[in-house]
């Protein structure tokens, strides 16, 4: 089965900008891989960002945004604000099957 | 709008068997599969298996197969997840999430909690 594999931790400063990656055991993260991104903070469920790649849904501020980075998928925070402290998981098709990333715990400091 | 209901909180002992639903509401039932995800205490979620709602169809993670069940019921736009002998480390939020358009996992039921316990 799918590993999917993101950076464990990231700091960044009060209105920097910040990629996350999100990579497949498979091989390159494409468009068919729908990668889908989520927030998610403590003693909540996660809240979904980004879908199938770069897609926002309605309620997705606009600093968040995702893409293609080499062989893998990204999430771009432009603008970083306090409330953007987090824990942020990808979630990867592959082969009938969805995979979830380990997560990257974001500070904001 | 549309919403995910699940069903309340269980407990179980090891080597039972729970079963959680999932009621939708607010779009066209048979339109959109519906995945399951659970989160154990301090972990990432983990995809469990998706149900096609049109036609009953499965698919389950490598994990799960052989101890999980997804069924629907069209006629109360319902999904159901059956897990089936239970261990202490299957203690965790269960949740049910829509795919929809785009493959996009947007909505969420609001969780139910299994907890695994003799």
């Known amino acids: 089965q799918t590993v999917v594999t993101q950076e464990p931790s990231l700091t960044v400063s009060p209105g920097g900008t910040v990629t996350l990656t999100c990579a497949s055991s498979?091989?390159?993260?494409?468009?068919?891989?729908?990668p889908n991104w989520f927030q998610q903070k403590p003693g909540q469920p996660p809240m979904a960002l980004i879908y199938?790649?770069?897609n926002k849904h309605s309620w997705t501020p606009a600093r968040f945004s995702g893409s293609l980075l080499g062989d893998k998928a990204a999430l771009t925070l432009s603008g970083v604000q306090f409330e953007d402290e987090a824990e942020y998981y990808c979630?990867?098709?592959?082969?009938?099957?969805?995979?979830f990333g380990g997560g990257t715990k974001l500070t904001v400091l | 709008q549309v919403q995910l209901m699940q069903s309340g909180s269980e407990v179980k002992e090891p080597g039972a068997s729970v079963k959680v639903s999932c009621k939708t509401s607010?779009?066209?039932?048979?339109?959109?599969?519906v995945s399951w995800v659970r989160q154990a205490p301090g972990q990432g979620p983990e995809w469990m298996g998706w149900?096609?709602?049109?036609?009953?169809?499965?698919s389950y993670a490598q994990n799960f197969q052989g101890r999980v069940s997804m069924t629907r019921d069209t006629s109360t736009s319902t999904v159901y997840m059956e897990l089936r002998g239970l261990r202490f480390d299957d203690t965790a939020v269960y949740y049910c999430?829509?795919?929809?358009?785009?493959?996009?996992?947007?909505?969420w039921g609001q969780g139910t909690l299994v907890t695994v316990s003799s």
């Open positions: 999430t829509r795919e929809g358009d785009g493959y996009g996992y947007g909505i």
């Open positions: 607010g779009y066209a039932f048979i339109s959109f599969g």
């Open positions: 149900i096609n709602t049109y036609n009953g169809g499965t």
């Open positions: 498979t091989g390159a993260v494409t468009s068919d891989s729908y």
């Open positions: 199938s790649t770069t």
């Open positions: 979630l990867l098709y592959h082969d009938s099957a969805w995979a």
